[in-house]
């Protein structure tokens, strides 16, 4: 499994206009192929500043969502949204902590 975090930070008067794209294409991005969770996160000491977090089944996965039709048009949607420029890391969970 792939982990993807995704931070984004955005024009302060952006925000709505972002959760409004984000509400649209959530529940299309999570029913493609090999999207097993997809969360949005805000920050809590800067409110524009959000980070996607993804499953994903393989990083081949990923890659064929980040060159469909959907990535690219509601990449083009939000590009215009961001403050500054994206920040993308890909990770593979190494350890687990139990619960007590």
């Known amino acids: 499994m792939l982990i993807r975090i995704v931070r984004l930070t955005l024009h302060p008067d952006k925000l709505p206009a972002f959760l409004a794209l984000f509400d649209q294409a959530a529940p299309k991005v999570r029913r493609f192929p090999g999207c097993r969770h ?7 000491d800067n ?11 393989s990083a ?6 980040r ?9 083009a949607r939000a ?18 902590v139990a619960e007590n």
Request: hydrophobic share 35%; proline share 6%.
């Open 38 to 44: 997809l969360e949005l996160w805000q920050s809590k």
């Open 47 to 57: 409110p524009g500043i959000v980070i996607s977090y993804s499953h994903w089944d």
């Open 60 to 65: 081949s996965d990923l890659e064929r969502y």
């Open 67 to 75: 060159q469909s039709d959907l990535f690219r048009d509601t990449w």
């Open 79 to 96: 590009k215009p949204l961001f403050a500054t420029p994206a920040e993308a890391f890909s990770a593979e969970r190494v350890r687990t």
